[in-house]
């Protein structure tokens, strides 16, 4: 079996303690511990799965990571709650985007430069924000694969890294990139989004009004609502059609968020005399795709980076629909937020409560800075 295996490194006093029955190190001065991906307490999902690594620490490592497959790396212990180094030594024959969530947290989308072959580990450096005793690392991505994991390893001399910010969706604990791995290329951070972006129509989705800035204290980027598209065309079809994520394939966290947007939404349908709309596992898992994309990639718009419009997802996600419409968003910290940033924009609003809508999906994903980037998709069926 193989088992957890503490590096300790002490400047004027070390010791080692055990917890749960997990060895951590605990010091005076600095220490490490040290949790081995393929370790048999912690938790492979939906494919992930230990294979053989001779260059990986224990001779082995985690792949199968994406998709529905996820690493969920259990009993990380830290001596108090705060900033705490991480060090993940993987591996990757090309650049990939993990989503590491911290306790169930919201996931964050962290790029993990190509280490040139999976038998060639490099070790990405970053922070998270733990609490005080044992936590849960989930290492995913819904909409593809992501590095196989050797190790984590975790500082704790509670000095904490002066090379990027911890992230903080929404007041729950993050993660965030910071350095290369050794021997590979630098990863390019995200850019900025657009505080708002022109949509480019597709048959038959017709551009939406431009959103108004609405924000109280600090303008929060939302991009031009999709129109609803017409109730007797057919979905249209695309040329470069993306993996369908599954609403289950995710780490848990962000399910809070999401159905206190559908709460909100009901809400003011409500008041507008429009019924409620019920959630769809189809539309919540084009929903969370698409954030997780935009988080991942660093872009903000309706269509990605390859042309594939929202209606391409909805329909590739499985929902055969008689009329759709989706709002994006990025940077709100709360549901309430983010529905005040719609419902102030006619555009967004419109799709919100437009009463010919049945259905609704939602999904959430926070980038390496902790940014939320958010995604409602709407529909009805055929």
């Given amino acids: 079996m193989i088992m957890r295996r503490p590096v300790l490194i002490?400047?004027?006093?070390?010791?080692?303690?055990?917890?749960?029955?997990?060895?951590?190190?605990?010091?005076?001065?600095?220490?490490?511990?040290?949790?081995?991906?393929?370790a048999s307490a912690n938790t492979f999902a939906g494919g992930a799965r230990t294979v053989d690594c001779r260059r990986?620490?224990?001779?082995?490592?985690?792949?199968?990571?994406?998709?529905?497959?996820?690493?969920?790396?259990t009993g990380v212990v830290a001596e108090k709650a705060g900033s705490t180094r991480l060090a993940v030594t993987y591996t990757a024959e090309r650049d990939r985007t993990a989503q590491i969530s911290v306790n169930g947290a919201v996931p964050i989308a962290v790029a993990f430069p190509g280490t040139r072959g999976t038998s060639r580990p490099g070790t990405l450096r970053l922070t998270a924000t733990l609490r005080a005793g044992v936590n849960n690392l989930a290492f995913a991505n819904p909409v593809g694969a992501a590095p196989d994991i050797d190790k984590v390893v975790i500082t704790?001399?509670?000095?904490?890294?002066?090379?990027?910010?911890?992230?903080?969706?929404?007041?729950?604990?993050?993660?965030?990139?910071?350095?290369?791995?050794?021997?590979?290329?630098?990863?390019?951070?995200?850019?900025p989004p657009p505080a708002s972006e022109s949509p480019v129509p597709t048959s038959p989705t017709p551009g939406g009004t431009a959103p108004s800035s609405t924000a109280p204290t600090t303008t929060q980027p939302t991009a031009p609502p999709t129109a609803p598209a017409s109730p007797s065309a057919p979905a249209p079809t695309s040329p470069a059609p993306i993996p369908t994520p599954t609403p289950t394939s995710a780490?848990?966290?962000?399910?809070?968020?999401?159905?206190?947007?559908?709460?909100?939404?009901?809400?003011?349908r409500a008041k507008a005399g429009c019924a409620a709309l019920t959630t769809d596992d189809r539309l919540i898992a084009a929903a969370r795709g698409h954030s997780t994309d935009m988080a991942a990639r660093g872009y903000f718009s309706h269509t990605t980076p390859e042309g594939v419009a929202f209606s391409t997802r909805i329909t590739s996600a499985g929902y055969r629909w008689s009329g759709a419409g989706e709002n994006i968003a990025k940077g709100q910290r709360t549901p309430a937020e983010v529905m005040t940033s719609w419902m102030n924009s006619a555009g967004h609003k419109a799709n919100i409560l437009n009463c010919g809508f049945k259905n609704i999906g939602v999904g959430v994903a926070a980038d390496a800075q902790g940014s939320l980037v958010w995604t409602q998709d709407f529909a009805s069926p055929l």
């Fill in 10 to 38: 002490g400047a004027v006093m070390a010791a080692v303690t055990v917890a749960a029955g997990i060895a951590v190190a605990a010091s005076a001065s600095a220490g490490t511990a040290t949790y081995e991906a393929e």
């Fill in 251 to 268: 780490p848990t966290g962000n399910t809070a968020l999401e159905a206190e947007v559908v709460t909100i939404v009901n809400t003011e």
């Fill in 156 to 191: 704790t001399d509670g000095t904490p890294p002066t090379t990027a910010p911890t992230a903080t969706a929404s007041g729950v604990p993050g993660a965030t990139a910071t350095v290369t791995p050794g021997g590979s290329a630098t990863p390019t951070p995200p850019a």
């Fill in 56 to 73: 990986c620490s224990g001779g082995s490592r985690v792949t199968g990571i994406g998709g529905q497959g996820v690493l969920t790396i």
